[in-house]
């Protein structure tokens, strides 16, 4: 079960209402367009899954912002947006390969590594061999 804070209009205070919502491309986020009922103010929100608390990588809980910048490292010349993209693409198939294990899913590293290249190697070539190197240096 989801729940929602709910957001307080930044002008008036005024509890916001939602006015249309609707799922990026890959499932794995929500954007949502909000208006204050009482100073017509319209705002956007985007509302990302968060695996950090039921994701594990091996002993350590799954980390958005450590992949976001392993990812931003490796990859080239790309727009925030495509970034993003290839992020969102990375955490909807590890949802996919993890194993329930007491109420939390868990993968493997190794499992974890191979889903990054999959994606990489269908998306960025030259990401997909600096993501390996790092992989490589890790378990040497």
């Avoid at 929602?4 to 249309?20: A, G, V």
């Avoid at 002993?59 to 992020?87: D, F, G």
Wanted: glycine share 2%.
């Amino acid at each position: 079960m989801t729940t929602y804070r709910h957001m307080n209009c930044p002008i008036c205070t005024t509890k916001l209402k939602t006015i249309n919502s609707r799922s990026t491309a890959s499932k794995t986020a929500t954007w949502r367009r909000k208006q204050c009922p009482k100073c017509k103010i319209v705002l956007t929100s985007r509302e990302n899954l968060d695996l950090s608390s039921i994701v594990f990588v091996g002993n350590w809980p799954y980390s958005r912002s450590s992949l976001y910048a392993t990812l931003s490292k490796i990859i080239s010349k790309k727009s925030e947006e495509v970034l993003v993209n290839i992020l969102e693409t990375i955490e909807l198939n590890l949802v996919k390969v993890t194993k329930p294990h007491n109420n939390k899913l868990e993968l493997s590293l190794q499992i974890y590594d191979n889903v990054i290249l999959k994606v990489l190697n269908n998306l960025d070539t030259g990401a997909h061999l600096r993501y390996q190197a790092i992989v490589q240096e890790r378990s040497a």
